[in-house]
């Protein structure tokens, strides 16, 4: 563990804000209380949290079956995730209220309430049945930011369809690959989405990867949204309006088995290709409600924005399946931060009175960088939380977020969690916890989380090793799409019947958490996954590249920017050359995957045994100097790549 930094940062601690802990969700009794009732009957602990917070149709009989690596939560229960975010809402006074509050990159406005948010659903429920959609059938959403995206969602989540939701900024040789693996009947699109005042082509990607491949696809369903022009098929295509205008707002929901597939959605992983990671419905749904209305200390009176897109795990737990089962406002915003000015967030937060606001470090970076005039020159006196998520957060920014964001006033909840998890894992409880910069602080109640070393032992408060999580927990991911072994290996062929969870961590005196960052070959990107061999198949598949290695160099805004190191086999090795190969890895995956950086060499540095040395390359990139090279094969290239480096 030699690369994970173990060197304390001067450490300055906040209190719970008094007035603040007087009205929070959970107080610090009830927060006791919680810990030691998981520590006492597990089964029973979540049992009861189930029964409390779900909505069952029929309540369910075992509360887990645990055969690692597979789990099965609340064992015979039935429930529907629609019901749970909306139907139950509409025989409350919430029925007006505004459930979701939705604003367009060039200003338009949507507000949905509960009652209209259901009526949607219900017609695009009965859209696609009278598409032949069934319980089970995989339907992917490749959208922008707009309401029809969470009507989708929860549509498919009504009707038992799994979701895939494919970020919008992918390449249409990434919704292919995702969507050939999971054999997706149905794609909802639209012809496009603004991104600082562009029109993103969204219609036309998904006709290039159905033109390459993608023979389960029936339909393509389009909404709307920018009126570019747009290829059509007339066998194939439909208006999303044409199709719902013809539905009735009634739609009798199903009740579906606890453990029924709610969706899938592909993260990077060690391998080229993202792995499809599957939650079920009631586990997920009791901890995304649960931990929004703890850590986010979700009220009746609150608006809440997450500014994540709903192509990320965070969108789909925190804008809207966590919020909506609890009844809250959430705010949904298409387009960038910085359109038409660097200030559109607070904006955003001024004009609509935001009080939670959850964002990703480099976010907060970039509003660093960008200066303290935006974020003054707004009333931002409404926030009252502040969340981070994405990647470790640094004590700078964490201060400034504090200081400038939420005059010294308002709690920030640095929240540790994954794709695979499903919601929050270590997080502070704003009434409760003592927060660190820099630190997620402390597991959730009933999750229990450790730092190990390489045979599995824990490791001394202080010391670097593995973040593993030992017990399931009912929103972890129930298997890798197709790929059952691949799900065993990832996260269960380490340590036996521990959750590996791919990140160095250490553990200080007060027991709280430091995350390191990935200790596999998975590269943070302004918060986005991207696997290290995903972007080298990227290179590799250009005609001039023979071989490329990719690693992270630690950047200033985006946490970590991608070096390519690649060996060309014919052409030059010149600034056109690198443009033509960043432009080829932006075709490839998406503009998110480009390089910052390519270096040419004529020969990588490789073991005896013919693997790529990456921690070689890392130092190089980070212009460290180099760890030991004594299992390099052919010295000289190392001296020929830090010679480039001194170019
Ligand atoms: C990183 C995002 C430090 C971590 C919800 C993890 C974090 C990966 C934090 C998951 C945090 C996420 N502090 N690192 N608060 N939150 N990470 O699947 O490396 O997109 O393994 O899920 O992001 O990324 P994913």
Redesign the pocket.
Known sequence: MADIETTLIEERSFDPNEAFAKDANLSPGEYTELISAADQDYENFWADLARKELQWTTDFEHTLEWSPPFSKWFVGGKLNMSVQCLDQHLKSWRRNKAAIIWEGEPGDQVTLTYAQLHAEVCKFSNAMESLGIQAGDRVALYMPMIPELAIAVLACARIGAPHSVIFGGFAPKAIRDRVEDAQCKLIITADGGWRRGEVLALKANVDEALDSGCPSVEHVVVVERTENPVRWREDRDIWWHELVDQQSTRHDPKAFDSEHPLFILY?SGTTGLPKGVVHATAGYALWTKLTSKWVFDLKDEDTYWCTADIG???GH?YIIYGPLQNGATTMMYEGAPNYPAEDRYWDICERHGVSIFYTA?TAIRAFMKWGDAHPMSHDLSSIRLLG??????NPEAWMWYRTVIGKDRCPIV????????GGMM??PIPGVTTTVPGS?TAPLPGIDAAVVDADGMEVENGKGGFLVIRKPWPSMLRNVWGDPERFQSTYYGKYEGVYF???GARRDEKGNFW?M??IDD?I?VS???LGTMEIESALVSHPNICEAAVVARPDDLKGQAIVAFVTLISGDADSKMKEELQTHVANEIGAIAKPAEIRFTDALPKTRSGKIMRRLLTDIAAGREVGDTTTLEDASILRRLKSDDDE
């Open positions: 993260t990320w795990i965070t737990s470090p981070t998520v994405g990647e470790p957060i640095d929240t540790w969690w994954q794709t695979e998890t270590i997080a997620a969870a791919g990140d995350i960052g990935r998975v943070n918060g986005h996954r």
